[in-house]
């Protein structure tokens, strides 16, 4: 049987950092192919229902939410705690707005476009396509980082908990990618293919949070806090005012808690 590149890279993995880190590199994969998948409605659609989207977008800041809380502060305070008996919360707080900061600092310095931000004419096609991937990217790496980091402390429940969540807000994002595309004219497949691509970004934030874990083991209350402070900005800044861009929202407001509710129960089912 002929070697392919990816037995080559796992296997290297494997040997280096042992299974812990291949399991994390491999969610951290599938949770950013869920943003190919949630593009694949761009192959029938030029467009959904407001309410449809606003609803799938709530449900991902509830999950989102409750993976921050359960999958990342909560384990982040308690690791902190071993390793600074009593400052674990002062610890991964310290990390929430570092990480927080970065999203900010990326956000002010990288030029993207938003979705909810008419394209500018005055672009032409290459350079439409090169501001969506960045916009993407500013917020695709530090939550592939998050689903790493939480492989690193070594609970595969956590990170599986937190790669789900990270799927699921995934589908939404791949919509929010691939359909003003295909509304401006961009040939369905490239569309849908420029969504996967973005989502690809994910296993490289998670092999670099788990590698960086694994082998330096201290810092691992900082990247949780940093990697849910992260999350929450994206949640504040991004998801929730774009499910209110248009007014008041009930649809989203529920599909929120109802998202919540569903990694609180999954985090305790695996539990």
């Known amino acids: 049987m002929p070697v392919t590149p990816q037995i080559v890279i796992f296997g ?6 042992g299974k812990i880190v291949v399991i994390g590199f491999l969610a951290s994969i599938l949770a950013g192919l869920a943003t190919g998948v949630g593009a694949l409605p761009a192959l029938f659609f030029k467009e959904i229902s407001l309410s449809l989207f606003n609803g799938m977008l709530g449900m991902a800041a509830g999950v989102m939410l409750a993976a921050t809380a359960f999958s990342l502060l909560l384990p982040g305070i308690e690791y902190g705690d071993l390793i600074w008996p009593g ?3 002062w610890v991964v707080a310290a990390g ?3 990480g927080a900061y970065f999203l900010h600092y990326a956000d002010e310095k990288l030029p993207h476009l938003h979705f909810d931000t008419a394209p500018d004419t ?11 991937i960045i916009a993407i990217t500013i917020h695709n790496f530090p939550e592939g980082m998050s689903v ?3 492989f690193g402390t070594g609970d595969i429940k956590n990170g599986i908990v937190l790669a789900i969540a990270i799927g699921m807000q995934n589908i939404p994002e791949g919509m929010a990618v691939a359909l003003p595309l295909v509304g401006l004219g961009y040939n369905k497949w490239k569309a849908v293919g420029i969504a996967t691509l973005t989502g690809l970004v994910e296993p490289v934030g ?3 949070g788990i590698t960086m874990v694994s082998v330096f083991s201290p810092i691992l209350p900082i990247a949780m806090g940093f990697a849910a402070g992260a999350m929450l900005f994206v949640i ?3 998801i929730i005012p774009e499910t209110h861009a248009n007014g008041r929202s009930r649809i989203a407001t529920f599909a929120l808690m109802i998202g919540f509710i569903i990694m609180m129960a999954l985090e305790r089912l695996l539990g």
């Open 12 to 17: 290297a993995l494997y040997l280096l950092f």
């Open 87 to 89: 400052n674990g919360l």
């Open 96 to 98: 929430m707005l570092i």
């Open 122 to 132: 005055s672009l032409n096609s290459m350079q439409k396509i090169s501001l969506f």
């Open 148 to 150: 790493g980091v939480s």
């Open 206 to 208: 998670g092999l670099l």
């Open 236 to 238: 504040s800044e991004e």
